[in-house]
């Protein structure tokens, strides 16, 4: 019994020794599913390239322009509204309770719609930019996620002094001040 359990060992044991299976290879760090994952969700892509500070400051650009899209939207549909119903009553207001409604013409609801109505839209094209800034970033650092940044990198900036071309009404040799930029990486 003993030699058919060391014979069927010994069968067994190179083909599990010598499987051809490797090991799974750890994920590759991707900046385009850092893109997707910041535009389903502001700042998961930030997330996902462990700069998860960011998304305090992905949120409050956010907000800040979302509250400041409805503000504008909001006035401007009051406005649209009271212009409106001006025009259909005879130049008569819908908030007779409003003194500065009542005091106000018609002419200048017309003025202050029109200046919602283009801060609305600004404020769309700053929402989408702000939008925009979030994927830039999230693409843009998922790239730059396994760069490392040596301790040999340096930067030094000297004063010199260069030589201008000769001007023959000057009998000396004119020096410029120039700033030198040496780059060791």
Known sequence: MTKLWGTV????LPLCAFSQETPPASPQHSPRHSLILSAIIPGAGQIYNHQAWKVPIVYAALGGIGYYTYSNYSQMRYYRDEYLYRRANGDQTQYPDNP?????PTSN???M????NKTFQLSVILTVAVYGLNLIDAY???HLFEFQINDDLSLNMSPSLLPVANDPHYSFQAMAPTASITLRF
């Open 9 to 12: 060992l010994l069968l067994f």
């Open 100 to 104: 500065d409604m009542v005091a106000t």
């Open 109 to 111: 609801i017309y003025n």
């Open 113 to 116: 719609y029109e200046a919602y």
């Open 140 to 142: 843009v650092f998922g």
